[in-house]
């Protein structure tokens, strides 16, 4: 006898399992690759930018703990934007994080290649694209093998990369600040007006905590939501915004803004990069950031995968996807989710543009959460867990945040917007006509 698949995910994931989850979203692509990319538009400023991107999520972060405690489903502000807003504005957020995250997730499966092939073959760049690939598959490969293990390894994925965050600074820090005189002068870019590089670097480094996001994502499998959840998010963002800091102050005061820029540019390997010069222990180092990246990267598109396939699943049971994508298998997996994300991030890293994956993703995460914020402050009052203005200056900073980010990449943002409000109008016109036939 066939069993029945069940309707609801199980609840099967504590604090310290969430705050895995977390960390293992932020910490990875963000503080490996985008915080040269930081460097290179705001200079030494770039620390500067990390703190304020850290208080801006921590806005954001409280919006998306209160509504995930209010409404503990799969989908995330998908759910919320349909719960609290209108339809529209809660597809729009789907459609935004798919827009986001199949970019973040694809820029992670880079990330791992360009840091694996400067450790062990660094004169085949030209394998970086068939790895990323690969990778991707035997990730997608695990999460449909279900919560529990994706959990375990990811919790073994994060220790190994706290550690090689932790070897970093504790290494590199007596000689930045050695340097740091030199390294931190000029403070601001003398090429661009100060405010200008400061806030496209904070709405790059926005998008490297956003992984507190999964926690909210993944509500419907968290034990005691309403209380495991707030928890959750706030412990990820303090620990992830030291560990930038820290990296970040460590990085520019070893080598210069200048120099860690062109490693995340050239070499997509910029920490192991500005290893090798310290002074002591560097290839030692070096070889252990390689190792803590490559880790990093593995935890960011698990995540990634688990995160988008929650959102695919809330979608196409409203029938804003097809309605297969919503669907369990018997064992309580989204399977057509799971394997349709993966497609989706592979085809992505066909692009091969790190910068190019990653700035896209800081304008469509960044409407995301302004969504997010929206629905927060429509909380009733009984429901709410802190002060609304924390909620309006998210939902501020966010769509303030959006437009500083490249041209193209909001011009194209607001191209695949359009498509999907188009798109989701079609699919409301064909469901009417299916309930209502003539």
């Not at 688990?306 to 018997?330: Q, T, Y």
């Not at 695949?416 to 409301?428: D, E, K, N, Y």
Request: proline share 6%.
């Amino acid at each position: 006898m066939t069993a029945t698949p069940p309707t609801r995910l199980p609840r099967q994931l504590g604090v310290f399992a969430a705050v895995m989850l977390g960390l293992g979203s932020i910490v990875g692509t963000g503080v490996f690759v985008s915080t040269g990319l930081a460097a290179g538009v705001a200079g030494p400023s770039a620390i500067l930018a990390v703190i304020l991107a850290a208080g801006l999520a921590t806005c954001n972060g409280l919006s998306s703990a209160q509504l995930a405690s209010a409404h503990a489903v799969a989908g995330g502000t998908y759910e919320y934007g349909y719960r609290f807003l209108r339809p529209g504005w809660g597809f729009l957020a789907g459609w935004m994080f798919l827009a986001a995250k199949t970019a973040s997730a694809a820029t992670a499966a880079l990330g791992f290649a360009g840091y694996g092939l400067h450790l062990v073959a660094p004169d085949r760049p030209d394998l970086q694209t068939p790895v990323a690939l690969a990778v991707t598959l035997l990730l997608t490969l695990l999460v449909l093998a279900g919560m529990k293990r994706t959990s375990r390894a990811n919790t073994a994925i994060v220790c190994v990369t706290l550690t090689a965050l932790l070897a970093f600074i504790a290494a590199g820090l007596p000689t930045a600040l050695e340097r740091s005189r030199h390294t931190f002068t000029p403070f601001f870019p003398a090429d661009q007006p100060p405010l200008a590089g400061l806030l496209h670097a904070t709405a790059l480094m926005f998008v490297a905590y956003t992984g507190y996001g999964r926690i909210a994502t993944l509500g419907e499998e968290v034990r005691r939501p309403r209380q495991s959840i707030p928890a959750a998010i706030l412990i990820t963002l303090a620990i992830s915004a030291v560990l930038y800091v820290g990296v970040v102050g460590v990085a520019i005061g070893v080598a210069g803004a200048q120099a860690f820029e062109q490693a995340a540019q050239q070499q997509a390997a910029p920490l192991q990069v500005i290893a090798m010069q310290f002074p002591h222990a560097g290839r030692a180092t070096a070889a252990l950031v390689a190792i803590g990246a490559m880790t990093a990267m593995l935890g960011v598109l698990l995540n990634l995968i688990l995160g988008l396939s929650r959102v695919v699943l809330a979608m196409g049971r409203r029938g804003d996807l097809p309605r297969a994508l919503g669907a369990l298998s018997p064992r309580g997996t989204p399977a057509a989710a799971v394997i349709l994300t993966g497609l989706l991030i592979a085809t992505l890293t066909l692009i091969g543009s790190v910068k190019a994956n990653w700035s896209f993703s800081a304008f469509t995460v960044l409407i995301y959460y302004g969504i997010t914020n929206a629905a927060a402050l429509r909380l009733p009052p009984e429901r709410r867990l802190y002060r609304p203005w924390w909620a309006w200056m998210g939902l501020i900073g966010c769509l303030f945040l959006a437009f500083w980010v490249e041209p193209v990449y909001w011009g194209v943002g607001l191209i695949l917007i359009a498509i999907g409000l188009a798109w989701h109008r079609i699919a409301q016109r064909l469901a009417s006509s299916k309930v209502n036939p003539s």
